[in-house]
């Protein structure tokens, strides 16, 4: 993912910062001037940068910081403190409530993901225990309710919509009646997209809000649409009450910072991400974590949570110990390895380690997690259970090496893996957790 590339280099700057053995200004510029540039690539907008920057040298006068101040950290909590900030409009998006009908209307240009993503919004909502239901008031594109059906019918939630009938507006109405009737509380209002932003699609919009009157209006962006964010999501904002935003394609190629532009063109929160076609890859947003992890600075709660997924129960207390503690084995990367073959989020759950983007995980896939478990299959249980594995030596390779069908040199790229792993892992070290899910040291 490249917001991780991101994440890279911001860190990188800081890191650099932490080298000069003087902060002055001419560190903190360059450190600022290299941040603006990999924001700017990443397709942040230009004008939020500069804010950034300006804001940022607001809150670090240098010459103000009395001597005996950590300098560079609070040119750190700055820095994080701003793109928190810039992913934070400062205000919630409505919450659907249970058991009290809501409606939420979802727009977006056509590709963003907007079918696929009501789906997803009422998926996640129904497993909380909402009764949710979908109404396809999309008539613009052939195919649209199939669409939506098929995915409904997946998820066994209730639709709406008509091969016939081409009045969005009809439609809307008619579903959201019948769905207030059968007492459902989160009516989803699909609408129809266009290729581009054009005068037709805004009045369309237009029209079934007014006739429908969501609580809630989401735009659904696609994370890949660079630089034009801003102006699209803005569009969006001047025709409907836009309230809140969800980005798809988070898992593909896309810069991601984009999604910092949606936010500020529309003063609304990110509430969701799309991180895969399937129902279930979608994921809460929320502002700290994601910076955090952004900035390989780890996200604790997140783990929690990923750990339940991918760990078996009996084992996570003993996981979290062991994480808390700095101390990674070789055995739980294999176990980590095994629960990505068995699909579970493996990068998903790395991210959230300080330390650890989601470079680390093994690229090119499960043939070569495979290859890594079978060396790892040679080896004792001895070097598998240890968290401080003595330095393997030269017999002890050309062994695992024999013993598993590979060559030396791919039983070095295992251990080079494996001590990029542990000292990440050793980040963890003294770190708790708060009871809000921030992290803390001792
Ligand atoms: P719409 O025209 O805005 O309704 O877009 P669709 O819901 O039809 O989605 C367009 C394409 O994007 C489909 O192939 C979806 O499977 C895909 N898609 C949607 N969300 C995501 C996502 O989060 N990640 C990935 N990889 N693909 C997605």
Redesign the pocket.
Known sequence: MVLAELGGRITHAIHQMRNVTIIDEKALNECLNEITRALLQSDVSFTLVKEMQTNIKKIVNLEDLAAGHNKRRIIEQAILSELCKMLDPGKSAFAPKKAKPSVVMFV??????????CTKYAYYHQKKGYKPALVCA?TF?AG?FD?LKQNATKAKIPFYGSYTESDPVKIAVEGVDRFKKEKCDLIIV?TS?RHKQEASLFEEMRQVAEATKPDLVIF?MDSSIGQAAFDQAQAFKQSVAVGAVII?????HAKGGGALSAVAATKSPVIFI????HMD?FEVFDVKPFVSRLLGMGDLSGLVDKLQGVVPKDQQAEYLEKISKGNFSMRMMYDQYQSLLNAGPLSELFSRVPGVSAQMIPSGSEAKIKKYMTMMDSMTNEELDSSTPKAFNESRIMRIARGSGRIVREVMELLEEYKKLAKAFSNMKGLKMAKNGDMSSN
């Open positions: 977006g240009l056509q590709g963003a993901g907007k079918t696929t993503t999309d594109r649209a669409q699909d997209g659904v798809t394609k988070m898992d593909g799309g991180t895969g076609e890859q």
